[in-house]
Structure formats: C-alpha cells, structure tokens
C-alpha cells in the first residue's frame, strides 16, 4: 500500500509542477505579444516623430528661402502646431517605454 501511495503522491506532484510549468509559458507568451504590440506602437510613433521633423525641416526652410527673418520663422504657426505635436508625440514615446520596462521587470 505504501508504494501506490507513493506512486500517487509522485503523479500529483508531477501533475501540479506540469500545471504550473503550463501556466509560466502561457504568461511569458501573453507577455511577448504584450511587449510586440508595445514595439510596433513605438515604432508608428518614431515614424511619425520621423515625419514631423522632416516638415518642420521642409517648412523652415521655405520661408527661410522666402526671405522671412528667423524670429517669424520661429514664430510660425504651421511650426508651432507641428511642434506640439511633436512634444504630444514624445510624451506618447516616454509612456510607452516606461510600460514595456513594467512589462520586463515583472519577469
């Protein structure tokens, strides 16, 4: 009697560690989509960040070559709201690498 109960004792354990081990990959699974979504967010936003530059770049310098002096360039509409977007944008970036270290320190 004492070796079936030793057997059965021996086949719950291995069930409960196998459960277990199920259940490990099954969150370390869920956490690498997690962090996937979380890269493919940031890089739309580096793309985006990437684009606004580029026309701030492209609009600075047309009224450069227009002859507008650096202060109305600096104080250009179409510049100041691509700015903000831009400072949104970053906000947006810092949030979403902090959530993607919550992610991996939780590990």
């Known amino acids: 009697m ?3 109960q030793r057997l ?6 291995g069930w409960v560690t196998l459960r277990h081990g199920t259940a490990k990959a099954a969150t370390r699974a869920l956490e ?3 962090l ?3 890269r493919l967010e940031l890089r739309k936003v580096d793309q985006q960040l990437d684009d606004l530059q580029a026309d701030i770049g492209e609009r600075t310098i047309e009224l450069h ?3 507008e002096a650096t202060e ?10 691509m700015m903000q ?3 949104l944008l970053q906000d947006e ?12 320190v939780e590990e």
């Open 2 to 4: 004492g070796m079936l």
């Open 8 to 13: 059965s004792h021996d086949l719950r354990a």
């Open 32 to 34: 690498e989509g997690e």
């Open 36 to 38: 996937l979504r979380y």
């Open 65 to 67: 070559d227009r002859g």
């Open 72 to 81: 109305r360039i600096l104080s250009d509409s179409e510049v100041a709201r």
């Open 85 to 87: 977007q831009i400072r």
């Open 93 to 104: 970036r810092t949030k979403l690498l902090l959530e993607m270290n919550d992610i991996t």
